[in-house]
């Protein structure tokens, strides 16, 4: 799983990121992060693992706000479409799934996205 940052869109009771999300949700993981984590760090994570056996969960607060847009498409672009790995998320679907479709418009990224939201959203 892939924490990009801790804000949301909503502020929901029963949330438990809630009590400590408002003193940290400006920290968000950068496109600059991303490139460094898949390029030097991920080897460190799953040593000999397939890239194409390795599936990433994106969540936060709300991974799909703007902010986050840069991070994830460096994972997309970079990652996701060299080596097969899939790309999943957590999120509360506020965001319309038109607007998610055209900021992700790698063919296999884009695959995943909407099988994706069709099994876990509809």
Do not use: H, W
């Amino acid at each position: 799983m892939i924490l990009l940052s801790y804000f949301c869109n909503f502020d929901c009771g029963y949330c438990f990121q809630r009590s400590f999300r408002k003193t940290i949700e400006k920290s968000f993981f950068s496109k600059n992060q991303m490139e460094v984590f898949l390029k030097n760090k991920l080897n460190l994570l799953l040593p000999n693992v397939d890239p194409a056996n390795q599936v990433f969960v994106l969540y936060a607060g709300e991974p799909f706000i703007q902010r986050n847009n840069p991070a994830i498409q460096a994972l997309l672009t970079y990652y996701s479409e060299e080596t097969g790995a899939f790309v999943e998320a957590i999120s509360n679907s506020y965001i319309k799934l038109l607007n998610i479709i055209t900021l992700y418009q790698t063919k296999r990224s884009l695959k995943q996205i909407l099988i994706f939201f069709k099994i876990i959203i509809f």
